[in-house]
């Protein structure tokens, strides 16, 4: 795949996405095109990329002084006790605001290292190399950064755009199938904001996109990126229009809660779930129309998702549930706001519920 670059422009921060093959190797002179270089560097890296990627970064970094971290990066290590680890090392080697933060693993580590950036001292420099599909396609992109706490996901957290965002794909080779369906699932959600016609490509080449195969998992990354792009430049601070990526991510959010962060359940399998929910309740309240709602359906059951919201709770937990999507950071009534769908390209971002309803709702897909 040749190398793309997307120019993200807000309101806080101009920079660069890369998207291509082997840019891991070139990831000096992308830094040099984009003018970046530092004095001290700390790369924070998820200890389940493999160590070929980790020695490749490290060797072709020619920039300031390297030092590395290792972070066991799953949900429930996504938490202030990690942030105040990363950042000691910062203050240790009396790193400045000039210098910089790098986060190479999923969307956890950068939520986490993007988080570490925007706090340390206001604000370090920031770049984002992110190896899971989920977070290329999603997590790396608009400057959302975040941790977890007892009361719920990624309640604690800024808006802190990075300096750079390079999206090596080779690296995509090396995740397990349920990894690339988590990321899939964000790639799916993207679509169905979009249009019809890039449901339809999807549709049309699933199992070439889900087996990594280009030029169609190229693309897909591509149309997520764009979409993105679009979304967070008009809204970088999700007061209105941004809310529509969280399109089945109140359900999600909860559920992952609920479980604790646990490894029954990642992200994108959630989300995945959530949106099933989404498009169901949709279809209920007359705002999904039957043949989209069908056809969004049919595709969501063909993902080979080995967990379902029936295997995974009962109707006791459905109280604790609706709890937890009180919590979200979306709601400001006594209400509950969902994202609901009403066809492809037309989402409904501020649709309040009560709990009532949503308890007599979530009971009656645990009765199907």
Request: proline share 1%; with cysteine.
């Amino acid at each position: 795949m040749k190398t793309h670059k997307i120019q993200i422009s807000t309101k806080t921060k101009k920079y660069s996405i890369f998207i291509g093959s082997k840019l891991i190797a070139k990831i000096n002179k992308i830094l040099s095109s984009q003018q970046l270089s530092f004095s001290k560097i700390l790369i924070v890296i998820d200890k389940n990329i493999p160590s070929k990627f980790k020695s490749k970064l490290i060797k072709n970094l020619k920039s300031g002084v390297k030092k590395t971290y290792i972070f066991n990066a799953n949900e429930r290590n996504k938490n202030q006790r990690n942030v105040d680890l990363i950042q000691n090392i910062l203050f240790k080697n009396r790193f400045n605001r000039d210098d910089c933060l790098i986060a190479f693993g999923g969307g956890i580590t950068g939520d986490v290292v993007g988080y570490c950036a925007s706090s340390y001292k206001r604000g370090i420099k920031f770049i984002n190399i992110p190896t899971t599909l989920l977070s290329q396609v999603d997590s790396s992109i608009g400057g959302k950064t975040g941790i977890n706490n007892s009361y719920g996901k990624n309640l604690v957290g800024s808006f802190y755009q990075p300096d750079l965002v390079v999206s090596d794909i080779d690296v995509l080779k090396s995740l397990n199938s349920r990894e690339v369906i988590c990321g899939y699932a964000e790639i799916l959600k993207n679509s169905l904001l979009e249009s019809y016609k890039k449901f339809k490509y999807l549709n049309k080449n699933f199992n070439d996109i889900i087996n990594l195969k280009q030029p169609f998992i190229g693309n897909a990354i591509l149309n997520s990126c764009n979409l993105k792009k679009k979304i967070v430049q008009k809204d970088e601070m999700e007061e209105n229009l941004r809310k529509v990526l969280n399109l089945g991510h109140t359900f999600a959010h909860a559920y992952e809660s609920y479980l604790g962060f646990s490894n029954k359940l990642n992200h994108g399998e959630a989300v995945i779930i959530g949106i099933k929910n989404a498009i169901e309740f949709s279809n209920q309240c007359k705002l999904l129309k039957n043949k989209s709602y069908n056809l969004i359906r049919n595709h969501v059951d063909k993902i080979p998702l080995n967990k379902s919201f029936k295997q995974l709770f009962k109707t006791k937990n459905i109280d604790k549930i609706i709890s937890f999507m009180k919590s979200d950071k979306k709601n400001n009534s006594n209400n509950i706001n969902i994202i609901l769908i009403q066809n492809f390209g037309r989402i409904k971002t501020n649709y309040q519920i009560d709990q009532n309803t949503l308890k007599k709702f979530l009971i009656s897909e645990l009765n199907k």
